[in-house]
């Protein structure tokens, strides 16, 4: 491992004086020049199956910020996507998919040795970055976790409370539960090709986690990301894991464990302080700056983010929001974040 790459040595369980950093959708709307990239692929889409346009925004906030880790820029639900399913965005809306709730449906799906056929492009981006990226710069491949991907899957697009995947999973749990390992398995298969074509960590984004209530939360937020990391790691034993169970509240306690993942990703639902003791006991955190900051700045956002890199300072930290940033966020609290970060 290079000690040039501050992720990996955090991730490997070491404390650093300084918490690397970086941040979740680092590339995206609040970035003229990521608005500017977009507007030149087309829609979103297209520019996620463009290689050199998806690594040139992953490469924007490295160049502008100077980010520990720079994050492939692709999607979550290209998995989908890759399986069969129809998928476009509305603006202002967000995904479309085409809905999945019968066993014909299920066994309509293409089989997980056929995903490559369309996401080969993204291997390619993870190439390119691999080549171009600064030799301190890690990168992260990543995959939605399979709760959270068949949430999207089973309501055809994104949902409050996640109603229609938690009534499937009521009343057909054969047809939830085979989705649940399809999903799983071209995960594995996926992150295995973006480790192949470079990528140095990967992370699983279970976004709706918090919506899965005792033994569900289990049996298909823990259960299939475990399945992913030991998978991953029979294939890779050396590229550590960060696995994201977004609202999990006390029950990131023992999170690191249940999974096998070197990292948890904590949202801003507990305090930094309640995770140092019972989450960073355990292994790497990073995560928990409300992103609500990156809009509104000023003192809260520098008061906040010395609380949580002093809170953390004690064990393998890297430096990170909650959740994704918003497009309204202003690009130079980033600057004040990262600046406060390194410089105290
Ligand atoms: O973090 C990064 O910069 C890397 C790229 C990345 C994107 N999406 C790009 C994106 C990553 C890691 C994701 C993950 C993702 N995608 C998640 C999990 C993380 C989370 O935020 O909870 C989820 C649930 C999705 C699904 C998704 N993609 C939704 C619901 C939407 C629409 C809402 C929105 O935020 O715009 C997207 C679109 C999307 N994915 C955009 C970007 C930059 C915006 C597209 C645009 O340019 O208009």
């Known amino acids: 491992m290079s000690k040039d790459k501050t992720i990996l040595r955090a991730l490997a369980g070491e404390t650093l004086p300084t918490p690397p950093i970086w941040m979740m959708r680092q590339a995206g709307r609040y970035l003229p020049e990521y608005k500017a990239t977009r507007a030149q692929a087309g829609d979103f889409l297209s520019l996620c199956y463009n290689p050199e346009l998806a690594a040139e925004v992953t490469f924007q906030p490295i160049r502008r910020y100077g980010f520990d880790a720079a994050i492939l820029f692709a999607d979550i639900l290209l998995i989908p996507q890759a399986l069969g399913a129809d998928l476009w965005f509305v603006t202002g809306e967000g995904p479309r998919l085409s809905t999945l709730t019968t066993q014909a449906e299920l066994d309509a799906l293409k089989p997980v040795e056929a995903i490559h056929d369309t996401l080969s492009p993204i291997y390619e981006t993870v ?80 976004s709706w986690a918090g919506s899965l209530q005792g033994a569900d939360f289990d049996a298909f937020s823990l259960k ?13 034993p050396d590229v550590p894991v960060i696995a994201f169970p977004r609202g999990a509240g006390e029950r990131y306690a023992g999170a690191h464990r249940a999974i096998g993942a070197e990292c948890i990703a904590i949202d801003d639902g507990v305090t930094a302080e309640w995770a140092a003791e019972h989450v ?64 105290g």
């Not at 890690?138 to 229609?164: C, E, K, N, S």
């Not at 990301?225 to 029979?234: L, V, Y």
């Not at 300072?313 to 202003?330: C, E, M, V, W, Y």
């Open 280 to 343: 960073q006991k355990d292994g790497c955190v990073q995560g928990n700056l409300a992103s609500s900051h990156m809009v509104t700045g000023g003192d809260a956002l520098l008061s906040e983010t010395r609380r949580i890199v002093r809170a953390f300072s004690k064990g393998p930290h890297i430096f990170n929001l909650g959740h994704g940033i918003t497009p309204d966020a202003d690009p130079e609290n980033v600057k004040l974040m990262i600046d406060t970060v390194r410089g």
């Open 224 to 236: 299939p990301m475990q399945r992913i990391t030991a998978e991953i790691k029979a294939l890779h």
């Open 127 to 206: 190439k390119i970055l691999s080549k171009g990226l600064p030799k301190e710069t890690t990168l992260i491949g990543f995959a939605g976790a399979p709760w959270t991907v068949a949430t999207y899957m089973i309501a055809g697009r994104g949902t409050p409370d996640q109603g229609p995947a938690h009534a499937l999973k009521a009343e057909n749990r054969a047809v939830f539960e085979g989705l649940i390992d399809r999903i799983t398995a071209a995960t594995v298969s996926y992150l295995s090709e973006q480790i192949k074509a470079g990528a140095e960590v990967v992370k699983i984004f279970d």
